[in-house]
C-alpha cells in the first residue's frame, strides 16, 4: 500500500514532487496538474482537501500512483504495489497501471511474488533467486516453456482452480511412463528399485511450501 503522510492532505501529498523540484510555474498551474492527476486515476476533486485516513485501501494506491504520475515520468518501479489490497481492488489497480502505461508509454519495473500478477502484466519477465538472475524471457514463454529448476518450482506452487486438472494431473503421476529406475547393488546382485513419482510430487510440493513461506526471493517483471 502507498506510504502516505497521515498528516498531510492529499493535494499537498501528491504536489510534493514538483514542489520540491520548482516543476510549476504558479500556485494555479501546479493546482491543476494536482487535479489532473487525480482525475487520471479516477478520484474525485474534492479528494484533494482530505487526509489518508479517509480513504480505503484502494483509493489511497490511487492517491501513490498519482503522486508519481504526476511528476510525468517515463520509468516508474513498482515494488509490491498490490500485496496489501484484496482481490477486487487489485484487479482495479492493475487495470489503471496498465491503462497508463498504454496512454502514457510508460516503462514499469514491476516486483510481485504472485505469479498470476506477473503473467498478466508484464511483457518480460526475469526470475531472480538468492539475488542473481537465474532466467529472462518473454512473459508467455517462460510460462509456458520455463528452463530454469527454480522458475519451474514457482510455476508448479502456482493454484490452479480446476479440480479436474488437478484429478488429471494425479492420475499422470501414477502412470508407469512417470517411474524411474534405478539400480542398486546387494550382495554382489544388481535389482532394479523402482521409484514412483509420488515422492518426487511431495518432493516439489515442499518446496513449492518453502519458497512461498520464503521472503528472500523476488521476481521482476520489465515492461
Not at 35 to 56: I, K, T, Y
Not at 81 to 108: E, F
Not at 189 to 201: E, F, G, L, N, Q
Request: some cysteine; overall charge positive.
Amino acid at each position: 500500500m502507498a506510504s502516505l503522510n497521515e498528516r498531510a492532505k492529499v493535494e499537498y501529498i501528491v504536489a510534493e514532487g514538483l514542489l520540491n523540484h520548482h516543476l510549476y510555474k504558479d500556485q494555479d498551474d501546479l493546482h491543476e496538474k494536482v487535479m489532473n492527476a487525480l482525475h487520471e486515476v479516477g478520484l474525485l476533486p474534492e479528494f484533494a482537501s482530505r487526509f489518508p485516513h479517509e480513504f480505503s485501501g484502494g483509493q489511497r494506491q490511487r492517491i501513490g500512483i498519482a503522486r508519481a504520475l504526476v511528476m510525468e515520468p517515463e520509468f516508474i518501479v513498482a515494488d509490491e504495489p498490490i500485496s496489501a489490497l484484496d482481490v477486487s481492488i487489485r484487479a482495479q489497480v492493475l487495470n489503471l497501471l496498465n491503462s497508463m502505461k498504454k496512454s502514457r508509454g510508460l516503462t514499469y519495473l514491476f516486483i510481485a511474488h504472485d505469479l498470476s500478477v506477473v503473467r498478466f502484466i508484464s511483457d518480460r519477465i526475469a526470475v531472480i533467486s538468492k539475488g542473481r538472475i537465474v532466467e529472462l524471457a518473454e512473459a508467455e514463454e517462460l510460462f509456458l516453456h520455463p528452463l530454469h529448476p527454480y522458475t519451474k518450482a514457482l510455476l508448479s506452487a502456482v493454484p490452479i482452480p480446476d479440480p479436474a486438472w488437478k484429478r488429471r494431473r494425479s492420475f499422470w503421476s501414477m502412470t508407469p511412463a512417470a517411474t524411474t529406475t534405478a539400480w542398486t547393488s546387494r550382495s554382489g546382485r544388481r535389482s532394479p528399485t523402482v521409484t514412483s513419482s509420488m515422492a518426487t510430487r511431495r518432493s516439489w510440493k515442499a518446496t513449492a511450501r518453502n519458497i512461498r513461506a520464503s521472503s528472500k526471493h523476488c521476481h521482476l517483471t520489465v515492461f
